[in-house]
């Protein structure tokens, strides 16, 4: 299914959720962040679609999901997650999430950790770590942008800090890898700006939550990245001491999309690690 078709709805939590599925085998729960389809690139990489059943979705208050008012919280979106599993009739799946969506997927860990086999952690965001108030405020033009009613300038700024490359060379790489998502993140940017970043700023999670999380992990993460993920990466090595880690030459956090075969591949070497069958 490609990035601009109809896709089905589940009706789950009072709201409804675009969600596809495509290959066959265990399951796997893939949660984007502000590219509402960024794991697009993963679906066509025949280490994962080849063996696995890669279910996609739009969170709420992104393309035809429910747009839900502010506030929506990271444990809200972790609720919607596990409703979506149980309404496709899954009742443990592997979960694959890159940043706020690897909020999301830690999140539903804890919530509901019968139904997590795995946990999958692209470039997990944080911002309690200690470079995250810098990052804060190298991203305070885009929100300087937003407040001014510039959704489109307060992306711009936004991708370009997180990607690590100017907006020309950033929405080039979107636009190759996922037609149609950047002006899809300017339509949904009430979502990314005023409510899902105040979301992840008031999420707690430490070294007491981490602790809770007792399934496999895998923490990827690009070379080339911002010195944000570079923390919680240290911070997840520190707190978790069975996590896998997995680093990607040449990357940053836009990693999925720069280099989505070794991405693939790491996913796929963790997940065959751990089959459904083999515990």
């Keep these: ?8 709805l589940a009706r789950v939590n009072g709201v409804d959720l675009e969600y596809d599925t495509t290959g066959q085998g265990e399951p796997v729960l893939l949660i984007s962040p502000v590219l509402a389809d960024g794991f697009l690139p993963l679906l066509s990489q025949q280490s994962l679609a080849g063996r696995y059943r890669l ?7 992104w393309m035809g999901s429910t747009h839900s008012p502010a506030p929506v919280t990271i444990a809200d979106h972790a609720t919607d997650a596990a409703a979506l599993l149980t309404h496709l009739g899954i009742p443990r799946a592997h979960i694959v999430g890159h ?3 690897a909020a999301v997927g830690a999140q539903l860990a804890l919530f509901k950790p019968e139904c997590v086999h795995t946990l999958g952690l692209l470039e997990l965001s944080l911002l309690s770590v200690p470079a995250g108030g810098a990052f804060m405020r190298k991203v305070g033009p885009a929100f300087e942008a937003y407040a001014a009613r510039q959704p489109e300038t307060a992306l711009a700024l936004f991708m ?5 490359r100017d907006w020309e060379a950033c929405r ?20 990314f700006f005023g409510v899902e970043l105040p979301a992840l700023g008031s999420w707690t999670f430490g070294a007491t939550e981490a602790a809770s999380i007792s399934q496999p992990v895998l923490s990827v993460l690009g070379t080339k990245t911002e010195q944000l993920w570079v923390d919680v990466a240290a911070a997840l090595r520190a707190w978790i ?13 836009l990693l999925h999309l ?3 075969e070794p991405v693939a591949q790491s ?6 690690r751990y089959r459904m069958d083999s515990l």
């Excluded at 370009?160 to 690590?164: C, D």
């Excluded at 080039?172 to 979502?191: K, N, Q």
């Excluded at 997995?246 to 956090?253: F, M, R």
Aim: glycine share 10%; hydrophobic share 30%.
């Design 1 to 8: 299914m490609t990035h601009t078709q109809a896709r089905p």
């Design 55 to 61: 279910i996609t979705y739009h969170r709420r208050g």
């Design 99 to 101: 940043s706020s969506g």
């Design 160 to 164: 370009s800090v997180v990607s690590g």
């Design 172 to 191: 080039t790489l979107i636009d190759s890898r996922i037609p149609g998502a950047v002006d899809a993140a300017v339509r949904d940017a009430d979502t």
């Design 241 to 253: 001491p069975h996590i896998e880690e997995c680093n990607i030459d040449g990357a940053g956090h």
């Design 258 to 260: 720069e280099r989505p």
């Design 267 to 272: 996913l796929a070497d963790f997940l065959g």
